[in-house]
T-cell receptor, first 109, second 115 residues
Framework: DAKTTQPPSMDCAEGRAANLPCNHS???????VYWYRQIHSQGPQYIIH???NNETNEMASLIITEDRKSSTLILPHATLRDTAVYYC??????????FGKGTRLSVIA | GAGVSQTPSNKVTEKGKYVELRCDPI?????LYWYRQSLGQGPEFLIY????????DSGLPNDRFFAVRPEGSVSTLKIQRTERGDSAVYLC?????????????FGEGSRLTVL
């Protein structure tokens, strides 16, 4: 997998937007960026993925920079249930996903 | 339910014993993955099946670990002569598109404790 770098932890006030950054400066042209999250004591949950264009679904938005060397996952109105570890992953081809340590997001009331 | 089901949810065993962990993937999903997760770490890849065959077993730590998926659906992860270092949460995931990337659906895991 292309190496990704994420901050170890972040805080966000409930109701505010949570912006989670990820650096993937070695990404190649045909590699996707995937985001998963893991709530305490549960298995990881797929959130969103993208290649070049920004993507949005019911859970989040993914903003990828034009040079594709970094991306930001946006939770527009964070709730306490969004407290989790968020993983940014860039898989190499069809190889299995490699999870790093992710960013521990704490949403505070 | 329609999700990935893993049993048992918790298993406590003694060092040296044999353990089997079961994964029932989402119906129709051809790809099945096993990961394990130690406290404070991200999930670590173990093995991946496409249908009945192991497409990639490069993550299995040693020959005490073995997994099967005889009919292309349910999979069993088998651990022989368990060691205390095997204690972890073992996660199973399945997906419809073949290949390692994509949208994986994870179960809630089997927590193994080796005393």
């Amino acid at each position: 997998d292309a190496k990704t770098t994420q901050p170890p932890s972040m805080d966000c006030a409930e109701g505010r937007a949570a912006n989670l950054p990820c650096n993937h400066s070695t990404i190649s042209g045909n590699e996707y960026v995937y985001w998963y999250r893991q709530i305490h004591s549960q298995g990881p949950q797929y959130i969103i993925h993208g290649l070049k264009n920004n993507e949005t679904n019911e859970m989040a938005s993914l903003i990828i920079t034009e040079d594709r060397k970094s991306s930001t996952l946006i939770l527009p109105h964070a709730t306490l249930r969004d407290t989790a570890v968020y993983y940014c992953i860039v898989p190499l081809g069809n190889t299995p996903l490699v999870f790093g340590k992710g960013t521990r997001l704490s949403v505070i009331a | 339910g329609a999700g990935v089901s893993q049993t048992p949810s918790n298993k406590v065993t003694e060092k040296g014993k044999y353990v089997e962990l079961r994964c029932d993937p989402i119906s129709g999903h051809t790809a099945l993955y096993w990961y394990r997760q130690s406290l404070g770490q991200g999930p670590e890849f173990l093995i991946y099946f496409q249908g009945t065959g192991a497409a990639d077993d490069s993550g299995l730590p040693n020959d005490r670990f073995f997994a099967v998926r005889p009919e292309g659906s349910v999979s069993t992860l088998k651990i022989q002569r368990t060691e205390r270092g095997d204690s972890a949460v073992y996660l199973c995931a399945s997906s419809f598109p073949s290949g390692g990337a994509g949208e994986l659906f994870f179960g809630e895991g089997s927590r193994l404790t080796v005393l």
